[in-house]
Structure formats: C-alpha cells, structure tokens
Nanobody, 128 residues
Framework: QVQLVESGGGLVQAGGSLRLSCAAS????????MGWFRQTPGKEREFVAT????????YYADSVKGRFTISRDNAKNTVYLQMNSLKPEDTAVYYC?????????????????????WGQGTQVTVSS
C-alpha cells in the first residue's frame, strides 16, 4: 500500500516557476516507478513525466520537455516536479501516482492505467 500527498501548487504568472512535491508512505516507494499527471475539467488525465525507481530514467511529455524536471529522493520518500517557464496552458490539477508493480528493469509507462496509487491532487494556475 502506498499513500501519496502532493503539495506546492499555487498561482503563478506566466514565465514563473513552481516545485511540486509528493510525499509517499509505505515501504514500496523506493521500488516504485512514479509519475506526474495533470487534468483540466472535461479532459482526460494527461501524462506529464515519469521516473523509474532509481531516478536513472526519466520521461516527459513533449509539451513539458525542457521546462519540467522530475526527480526523487528515496531517503525522503518524496518525488518532485520542478516546473519552469510556466505557461497558461499548464494550468491544471496535478497528481502524482505510484506504480509499485513495475519490474525494476522496465521502462515507466505514460498511461495512467499503469499506476495503482494516486494522490489527491494539487492545483496549479498560471496567469497570463
């Protein structure tokens, strides 16, 4: 069982930065692939970034590549999403998710269906 709590969302002007954190509980965190997703009203949950258990493999949606960075600290049971050069279209509720069943040598998946545990979400609003 993994419980996830996101924080760090808020209101920021276009071009600004935010860092989201996702604190995890449970002994499987250090072996779990972790992902960040986002969702706006009336739309499907969208892949943002994912990271494997060690932090050695990261993958990004094209829309955020070069602006966002996912990282993790297994000693602190926390995964981060550093968001720079924010745009109004980045406005969404951001969710972190855990996939503790992914084999350690496998590539983390961008599909929300691959993730078993989800946080409650944190709102990010980017004003123009």
């Amino acid at each position: 069982q993994v419980q996830l709590v996101e924080s760090g969302g808020g209101l920021v002007q276009a071009g600004g930065s935010l860092r989201l954190s996702c604190a995890a509980s449970g002994r499987t965190f250090s072996r779990s692939a972790m992902g960040w997703f986002r969702q706006t009203p009336g739309k499907e949950r969208e892949f943002v970034a994912t990271i494997n258990w060690s932090g050695g493999r990261t993958y990004y949606a094209d829309s955020v590549k070069g602006r966002f960075t996912i990282s993790r600290d297994n000693a602190k049971n926390t995964v981060y999403l550093q968001m720079n050069s924010l745009k109004p279209e980045d406005t969404a509720v951001y969710y972190c998710a855990a996939d503790p069943d992914l084999p350690l040598l496998s590539v983390p998946q961008p599909s929300p269906r691959s993730y078993d545990y989800w946080g409650q979400g944190t709102q990010v609003t980017v004003s123009s």
